[in-house]
């Protein structure tokens, strides 16, 4: 065995301070720990504070989506007829246009008046084709609405 005397002073000292780092290092641990338990109890506690903060939310939405569930079914009804209208107005359209065709060679004045006519046809097939345009694009998000509300609970 060796002699403690023997041994320089630099490393007798480095022994002596291997007893204090241990004792810190046991503290560190201990606070680490404390540190840790209070994480472990405030994140078993985050459910049901999130389930406090969230649900007024979401059920102020689920009462939302059920005032205007009707009113997107309905305008669903109506968008989903809107194409064959549209269709068959372009048709008469047509048809207007085909009989102007002919009447426009045979009478002058008439012509005219007719010309005008036309026009507010077009206007007529314009605004309606913005109609469309504006309701094509809301049977989508009306049809996924409709079926959000279906699978919440308490709704169809």
């Given at each position: ?43 078993d506690g985050l459910p ?109």
């Amino acid at each position: 065995m060796l002699n403690p005397l023997s041994l320089p002073s630099d490393v007798l000292e480095a022994l002596r301070s291997v007893g204090r780092i241990e004792r810190l290092l046991d503290e560190r641990l201990a606070l680490a720990d404390e540190r840790l338990q209070e994480l472990d109890a405030r994140i078993d506690g985050l459910p049901a504070e999130l389930e406090r903060a969230l649900r007024p939310h979401l059920e102020g939405q689920n009462e939302s989506i059920e005032k205007l569930h009707p009113e997107l079914v309905a305008n669903r009804e109506h968008a989903e007829k809107l194409p064959g209208k549209v269709d068959g107005l372009r048709e008469e359209i047509r048809a207007v246009n085909d009989s102007v065709g002919s009447v426009d060679g045979s009478v002058g004045a008439v012509s005219e008046r007719l010309g005008a006519v036309t026009a507010e046809l077009r206007g007529v097939l314009a605004e309606i084709n913005e109609v469309r345009e504006t309701v094509e694009p809301l049977q989508g998000p009306a049809e996924r609405v409709a079926r959000l509300s279906e699978r919440l609970p308490g709704g169809g």
